[in-house]
């Protein structure tokens, strides 16, 4: 069993619905990172949170540290949010652990 | 400004050869990792450094071995290829705080196919 599991693996939308993607972790952490990979490969971060909330745009990152449990949400999803979100943990200061990632796609 | 580049893009190579992977980051950061990323997209680090120190060794084969020259470049040289190597290698570096740490930056990944 991974340490860090993410639901759902796959996730189809229609522009416009509101995504949510979760994460539950299984190992004491100190920050919790959501990345997003597109198609071409790149990865880029998204957040990196270690309490509470953070919101950039249409996206919101959401973490319970008791629950071990966190969310990230799309509002107002678009085409080009099509990607692989992944959620990676961040354990002993240094080192990600990573979850399998969930695939998103937003059809028109 | 690319702020973590890696080198080549591509590399298709033989099984048995020796090849080199060479990552750079003009971010300053002090902290600099290598990702394996697998068929089926998992990823898990591989090694980090600290100012040119090995930091993180996760139980990779001796034939990876990483070289950080300075704390702006991290390469990876793996001897006698395998054709269980074949993966995407991502560089990241991130400023290391010794406390939550800062989010991390990617290189753009390196394809690797051996034959």
């Known amino acids: 069993k991974n340490e860090v599991e993410q639901s759902p693996q796959n996730l189809t939308a229609q522009e416009g619905e509101f995504i949510t993607i979760n994460c539950s972790y299984s190992v004491g952490i100190s920050a919790l990172h959501w990345l997003q990979q597109h198609p071409g490969g790149g990865i880029v971060s998204l957040f990196m949170?270690?309490?509470g909330k953070k919101k950039h745009g249409r996206l919101i990152a959401t973490i319970n540290i008791q629950e071990k449990h966190s969310s990230l949400h799309i509002t107002a999803s678009h085409p080009r949010d099509s990607a692989v979100y992944i959620c990676a943990v961040l354990y002993n200061t240094d080192k990600l652990i990573f979850g399998t990632g969930t695939r998103l796609q937003v059809f028109p | 400004d690319t702020a973590v580049s890696q080198t080549p893009k591509y590399l298709v190579t033989q099984m048995g050869n020796d090849k080199s992977i060479k990552c750079e980051q003009n971010l300053g950061h002090d902290t600099m990792y290598w990702y394996k990323q697998d068929s089926k997209k998992f990823l898990k680090i591989m090694f980090s450094?600290?100012?040119?120190?090995?930091?993180i060794n996760e139980t990779v084969p001796n034939r990876f071995s990483p070289k950080s020259p300075d704390k702006a470049h991290l390469n990876l040289h793996i001897n006698s290829l395998e054709l269980g190597d074949s993966a995407v290698y991502f560089c990241?570096?991130?400023?290391?705080?010794?406390?939550?740490?800062?989010?991390?930056?990617f290189g753009p990944g390196t394809r690797l196919t051996v034959t």
């Open positions: 450094y600290n100012n040119k120190e090995l930091i």
């Open positions: 990241a570096s991130s400023q290391y705080t010794g406390t939550s740490g800062y989010e991390q930056y």
């Open positions: 949170l270690s309490s």
